[in-house]
């Protein structure tokens, strides 16, 4: 009888981690889909985790400065290009090759770019769409070179990254800096949403920004849960659910908070949280990112699977090569000049934020999401060591031992759950 | 003959739960030609693994007793230099090196650290002078063809003054030319007092050139035969290899009828340009709807070849020949073209290249047909999570979830899922390379199941297997490959194990 008692008591603990209503389901209930969850999802939380380490960390060390609303946009802003590169790279490292002609190359196409609009008079807004595609063209013969010829990407990337420093170099010589004038290419770099008013210190227009975010977001997520639902798949607990979408609400409204009350949402941050939002919905809902993941973990079986390796390939470096270019425009509106050093180690960045963010170097394994992370958690080092003073060697440093950290901890997980 | 310079007594070896060989006896008497013969994984080449030390003393039951010596190797270099060398079928030579820099690889002629590169010369022209082979001691590995670089692993041999030569199917990759001189050469040696082990599958090489010759199967010893009293013959070899009793575990389909020939190759050939000779030569095959057609053969026989330069051919074989479906030439510049056509290849080597292994069920049941549960190239993640559910049941894929990574799934649930990708794609002809290879006898038969499943639903099937059991117990008719050939074609009525074995060993 006890016997029997316990086993309707567990199997119905047991249904309720999946789909018994919360209601329905105890506290206890709740707390182990929680655990269970965070034990799945270990490798992916554990970035966000260290995150928020690091960012707590320095808010006390610095009495709350860190967190302040100038540091954070000033941070973000600050990461923008190398952002928009470690989401190329990510690609790009999942389809177990490498790009080190980024940087050079992004410095090169901003200068491009400057001198489109300084000397040729070309507007702006026939300059973007220009460097963007000459970025695709280069990208694309990055390509070439390692799918179809054979080389090495480290060695191919290697030699562009020598050609793109000289071509800087080139264009850059006779003028040396090149200042650009044109407020609106500036802006993308430096400017914000515009004002519209201000509540109590805090900018309207991205406050309603944040709220439409979180307004979407929650819509999205609860169109999936209905959509598992009628086809009559288990979803987590309301319970859950809730609390997630009360968490990640907060997050935005949070950081909406923190940027509306400097000076709002900068068109960087808008561009960035674009393109992470497009490539994360490219790898997790596309018949494209799907065949990059698989070219990535096994190119054999990719191409016996009807895959078009070569193609593929083709395509992670051209759009390497577009996001390249729009980090130059980004570096450049920043700098509001092209300058003869721009791009100087941009690459390996945008490698390390890569990899902190839990691409595996194997290949076949990474997130855009997790590469922005990695990202952030990178300049929110260098920002909050720059605020406590810590001197520029012991950065690099310490910079290097979080990289190092980061890939040890990411093998360690994948041998325990291998 | 009490002379024996080898004596294995009593060796077992297991892999984790897997037998690969009981008991085996194995003498060899001083100055013989010695062959050994068995199906692939009778355990020849794991007999000669424990020989050579590849795996250690300690990893194996039993003893090993040459030059009068118990010998307990640790390493491979423990049996070098007792004076045991082995050259495998893949040769261990180092193609962008000189000839006389691979004879002495790691076995340098040296003063201290430094070595003695003319000296090494002169030896290297001594060894060459041994086997007969006159090329220049500078010349590139890359440059020779196979025949001579097998002199040249002969002539490294030699240099560590080897009283034990054992050779891994040596002719397997030589045309009849190279053979006949590499046949000759072995006699030399032995007239020179090399003893000499042969691993072989061609019959008439064994015949001409063995005094005994040793049978294994099943990783037993079966016989010894002696040729000075003329119990090496075809017939006889044959016999004692295929002598296994056939387990009746081949579910039987009830109405066989055949529809029209979906799949026809004539006068197919394929080269290949890196190993530099063709693989598949002048083969005619062709498959009718609703008909199993078995290919037996030994490894290495070109049957995966075969398959893959139909299938797309994604080695990027040099071809020629005929191919047409449903009666229409075609040609297939990609495999996505012969998976719209309605092919599919499910590999033998479903870890190398055919899983994701570190994707999920899931994600490894849809890779081949992602459109299937798309739209607009956008994924319907729930239509794929039914579709991948469906699979998993139908084909008994034994799993917690679709979520689970296939890497931790057992080789039978493993090549389930393999199968189930390319089921996803609807193909109407499957061709199945090894289907059933390092998986259980359950899962075997669920697999055998499956495919009768698949026949009475209107689907084709090539099976290459080479497991005689199952190629006689699942076709409707039989195909027998030896050195990229067909050698043969027999109905399952008039086809037995002999026979396949007599085909497969020409």
């Given at each position: ?328 425009i980004l570096y450049t509106a920043r700098l509001q000049s092209a300058t003869t050093t721009a791009g100087t180690l941009f690459e390996l960045d945008a490698i390390a934020a890569a990899y902190v963010g839990g691409v595996s170097a194997a290949g076949g ?54 | ?506």
């Amino acid at each position: 009888m006890t016997n029997t008692l316990k086993n309707a008591n567990t199997s119905s603990v047991r249904g309720g981690r999946h789909k018994l209503p919360a209601s329905e389901g105890t506290q206890a209930n709740m707390f182990n889909e929680a655990k269970s969850l965070l034990k799945v999802n270990i490798r992916e939380y554990g970035m966000y985790i260290a995150l928020f380490v690091i960012m707590l960390t320095f808010s006390i060390m610095t009495d709350g400065l860190f967190m302040s609303s100038r540091n954070i946009s000033n941070l973000l802003d600050a990461t923008g290009y190398t952002a928009v590169l470690a989401v190329g790279m990510t690609l790009v490292i999942i389809i177990r090759h490498i790009d080190l002609s980024v940087g050079f190359a992004a410095g090169f196409m901003g200068a491009i770019a400057a001198i489109l609009m300084t000397q040729a008079g070309m507007p702006f807004y026939v300059t973007i769409p220009v460097i963007l595609v000459l970025g695709v063209v280069i990208g694309m013969f990055n390509g070439v070179l390692v799918a179809s010829v054979g080389i090495p990407s480290f060695v191919a990337s290697l030699a562009g990254m020598l050609i793109f420093r000289g071509a800087l170099l080139q264009v850059t010589e006779k003028t040396g800096t090149i200042n650009v004038d044109d407020s609106h290419f500036n802006a993308i770099g430096n400017g914000y949403l515009p004002e519209l008013a201000e509540v109590s210190g805090l900018k309207l227009l991205s406050l309603i920004l944040g709220v439409v975010v979180i307004l979407l977001y929650i819509y999205f997520e609860f169109a999936k849960r209905r959509n598992k639902q009628r086809y009559q798949f288990e979803v987590v607990s309301k319970s859950i659910f809730a609390i997630k979408l009360v968490f990640v609400s907060a997050i935005i409204a949070y950081i909406t908070w923190i940027l509306a009350g400097y000076n709002g949402f900068s068109w960087t941050v808008i561009i960035m949280l674009a393109v992470v939002v497009i490539y994360h919905f490219l790898m997790n809902n596309t018949v494209l990112g799907r065949h990059i993941y698989a070219v990535g973990s096994n190119p054999e079986a990719a191409h016996l699977s009807g895959i078009n390796v070569k193609k593929i390939t083709y395509i992670v470096f051209g759009s390497m090569g577009m996001l390249t270019a729009l980090s130059g425009i980004l570096y450049t509106a920043r700098l509001q000049s092209a300058t003869t050093t721009a791009g100087t180690l941009f690459e390996l960045d945008a490698i390390a934020a890569a990899y902190v963010g839990g691409v595996s170097a194997a290949g076949g394994v990474g997130k855009v999401t997790g590469s922005i992370i990695g990202a952030i958690v990178m300049a929110s080092l260098s920002s909050g060591m720059n605020l406590l003073g810590v001197g520029i060697s012991y950065q690099y440093m310490i910079r290097g031992g979080v990289l190092a950290a980061a890939v040890i901890f990411d093998v360690m997980t994948r041998k325990k759950r291998g | 003959m009490s002379d024996y310079i080898l004596e294995m007594n009593n060796i077992s070896k297991e892999f984790t739960g897997v037998k690969a060989l009981a008991d085996v006896n194995f003498k060899v008497a001083r100055g013989e030609i010695h062959c050994l013969i068995g199906e692939n994984g009778a355990g020849k080449s794991t007999l000669m693994k424990v020989l050579s030390g590849v795996y250690p003393h300690g990893s194996y039951k039993g003893d090993i007793v040459f030059e009068g010596q118990v010998q307990t190797f640790g390493r491979i270099a423990d049996s070098v230099k007792a004076g045991i060398a082995i050259i495998y079928q893949e040769l261990a030579l180092f193609p962008d090196l000189t000839v006389y820099e691979n004879i002495f690889a790691g076995n340098e002629v040296r003063r201290g650290a430094v070595v003695n590169w003319n000296q090494t010369i002169v030896q290297a022209k001594q060894m060459l002078d041994k086997v007969k082979l006159d090329v220049n001691p500078e010349t590139l590995i890359k440059d020779l063809g196979v025949g001579k670089q097998q002199l040249v692993e002969i002539a490294k041999a030699l240099s560590k003054n080897v009283k034990l030569l054992i050779l891994d199917e040596p002719t397997a990759a030589l045309n009849e030319n190279d053979s006949e001189n590499l046949l000759a050469l072995l006699r030399e040696l032995k007239s020179q007092g090399i003893t000499c082990i042969m691993i072989s599958h061609k019959l008439k090489e064994v015949i001409s050139i063995a005094d005994k010759a040793t049978v294994l199967r099943d990783g037993r010893t079966i016989c010894t035969l002696d040729a000075s009293k003329g119990e090496i013959s075809e017939s006889v070899i044959i016999k004692n290899m295929v002598g296994r009793e056939i387990e009746d575990i081949y579910p039987k389909r009830a109405n066989k009828s055949f529809g029209s020939t979906i799949l026809e190759v004539r006068d197919w050939s394929a080269y290949d340009s890196k190993l530099g000779r063709a693989v598949v030569k002048n083969v005619n095959l062709h498959v009718k709807q609703g008909e199993i057609v078995g290919i037996a053969g030994l490894m290495g026989s070109g049957r995966t070849e075969l398959a893959l330069s139909i299938f797309g051919n994604p080695k990027s074989y040099k071809l020629q020949g005929q191919l047409s479906v449903n009666g229409k030439p075609a040609t297939f510049r990609h495999t996505s073209d012969a998976i719209r056509a309605g092919i599919a290849y499910v590999t033998e080597d479903r870890k190398g290249d055919g899983l994701f292994l570190i994707q999920d069920i899931k994600s490894n049941v849809t890779a081949a047909n992602l459109h299937g549960v798309s739209s607009k190239g956008v994924i319907n993640a729930n239509e794929e999570v039914k579709v991948a559910q469906s699979y998993k049941d139908s084909l008994y894929v034994k799993a917690p979830s679709i979520e689970q990574i296939v890497g931790n799934l057992s080789g039978g649930n493993q090549q389930k899922v393999s199968l189930g990708k390319w089921l996803f794609v609807g193909p109407k002809l499957l061709i199945l390379d090894e289907p059933t290879r390092g998986i259980d006898v359950g899962a075997k038969f669920e697999i055998y199941t499956i495919m009768n499943r698949l026949i009475s639903e209107g689907m084709s099937i090539i099976m290459i297997s080479s497991e005689l059991g199952e190629v006689l117990g699942m076709s409707d008719r039989v195909y027998v490959m030896a050195e990229g050939r067909m050698k043969g074609e027999l109905s399952i009525e008039e086809a037995d194990q002999e026979k396949i074995m007599q085909f497969a060993t020409q």
